[in-house]
Nanobody, 123 residues
Framework: QVQLVESGGGLVQAGGSLRLSCAASGRTFSSYSAGWFRQAPGKEREFVAAMSWSGGSGYYADSVKGRFTISRDYARNTVYLQMNSLKPEDTAVYYC????????????????WGQGTQVTVSS
């Protein structure tokens, strides 16, 4: 298990951008796949983006494809989510997740979670 701490959330107008960060503790984080999920009030937690331990282009939900980009800095043990062209429907608490297994899209496939960071997009 690794410990994850998200940051970078906030209030932004529609069309704006935010970059979320997820800092991980533990020297073995480079061997973990990482993902971002979000949960809006009254809704289930949903997949946003994921990246395998080896890096690569990542996987995205259709609702964010072309607007969001997941990346990781192995030297800093940090995963990022760059969010552009934000929409009011992107408003949610965003969670970072990690697991030793291959990158997946289900919350059940991730064993380590951060506390979440609030993203609010105003119209």
């Amino acid at each position: 298990q690794v410990q994850l701490v998200e940051s970078g959330g906030g209030l932004v107008q529609a069309g704006g951008s935010l970059r979320l960060s997820c800092a991980a503790s533990g020297r073995t984080f480079s061997s973990y796949s990482a993902g971002w999920f979000r949960q809006a009030p009254g809704k289930e937690r949903e997949f946003v983006a994921a990246m395998s331990w080896s890096g690569g282009s990542g996987y995205y939900a259709d609702s964010v494809k072309g607007r969001f980009t997941i990346s990781r800095d192995y030297a800093r043990n940090t995963v990022y989510l760059q969010m552009n062209s934000l929409k009011p429907e992107d408003t949610a608490v965003y969670y970072c997740a990690a697991d030793r297994r291959r990158a997946a899209t289900s919350p059940a496939d991730f064993g380590s979670w951060g506390q979440g960071t609030q993203v609010t997009v105003s119209s």
